[in-house]
């Protein structure tokens, strides 16, 4: 039986920064905020954890896992692709990978938000777009950074939900959404354990799930922005707030 008071454990992934010449972890307040307010803990976790031994140690204690945005991007070796990427963060990439690969098979909901969905596409099979803004069939999907943040966060263009998907039953009847968009990659191809969940108007993948899974989840937007205030942001996070209390209700019967 699901205890709808308990608050589950989600493990958030951290990013590699410097700061003030430190190498450092970072985690932004946004998105440990959306966990808390959907009803769960966030429990940062650190790079280190990759190690096989060290993850999974650390894998019985979480009943979920979000996959948060970042400055840096997913570098292009992982899907095959040559060259280097000047935003690298590959200690995350390391962690991310791992962490994919554990909760695909233990079957623990995962929310992948922005580089988490690209890391998702990536970890699956599938491929990025390097720079998106370079192709011409595609929207401007990059911030505008002279705007002020809370401009630059504000819905910026349509999505329609795909039919039959993990969306579609969190909101049921609903086919399009107005989303913010911060991104300067994107998703080019995907693996066969994913499905397309919603695209934008230009025909860019904008939300992937796992085929066979409770609730593995990506989109490229991001709803921990002010998570509260926006309906389909709340959907989708008391969503998997809900799937990460059914695991752990599922692992006490064990």
């Given amino acids: 039986m699901v205890d709808i008071f308990y608050r589950p454990v989600v493990g958030v992934v951290m990013c590699s920064n410097l700061v003030k010449g430190h190498q450092s972890h970072t985690l932004q307040n946004k998105y440990l905020n959306a966990?808390?307010?959907?009803?769960?803990?966030?429990?940062?976790?650190?790079?280190?954890?990759?190690?096989?031994?060290?993850?999974?140690?650390?894998?019985?204690?979480?009943?979920?896992?979000?996959?948060?945005?970042?400055?840096?991007?997913?570098?292009?070796?992982?899907?095959?692709?040559?060259?280097?990427?000047?935003?690298?963060?590959?200690?995350?990439?390391?962690?991310?990978?791992?962490?994919?690969?554990?909760?695909?098979e233990r079957r623990i909901p995962i929310f992948a938000i922005c580089r988490g969905l690209q890391e998702l596409v990536v970890a699956t099979g599938g491929s990025l777009y390097r720079r998106l803004y370079e192709q011409p069939q595609f929207l401007e999907h990059r911030?505008?950074?002279?705007?002020?943040?809370?401009?630059?966060?504000?819905?910026?263009?349509?999505?329609?939900?795909?039919?039959?998907?993990?969306?579609?039953?969190?909101?049921?009847?609903?086919?399009?959404?107005?989303?913010?968009?911060?991104?300067?990659?994107?998703?080019?191809?995907?693996?066969?354990?994913?499905?397309?969940?919603?695209?934008?108007?230009?025909g860019l993948v904008e939300a992937v799930s796992v085929r066979d899974h409770p609730w593995a989840l990506g989109v490229q937007w991001h709803p921990e922005w002010k998570s509260s205030e926006y309906a389909l942001s709340r959907i989708l996070l008391e969503g998997f707030i809900t799937a990460c209390q059914q695991r752990h209700a599922e692992k006490q019967q064990l």
């Fill in 143 to 202: 911030e505008d950074p002279d705007l002020p943040t809370e401009q630059q966060y504000a819905p910026s263009h349509e999505i329609k939900i795909q039919p039959d998907g993990l969306i579609s039953q969190l909101i049921p009847g609903s086919k399009t959404f107005w989303v913010n968009s911060l991104h300067g990659q994107g998703a080019k191809t995907l693996g066969p354990r994913l499905r397309v969940e919603a695209c934008s108007q230009d």
């Fill in 35 to 104: 966990v808390l307010d959907a009803g769960g803990v966030p429990v940062a976790l650190p790079h280190a954890l990759a190690e096989p031994t060290r993850l999974a140690s650390v894998m019985p204690m979480l009943d979920g896992v979000l996959l948060p945005g970042s400055p840096s991007n997913v570098q292009p070796h992982l899907y095959g692709e040559n060259g280097d990427e000047p935003d690298a963060d590959p200690e995350r990439d390391l962690l991310s990978m791992a962490l994919i690969a554990q909760v695909l």
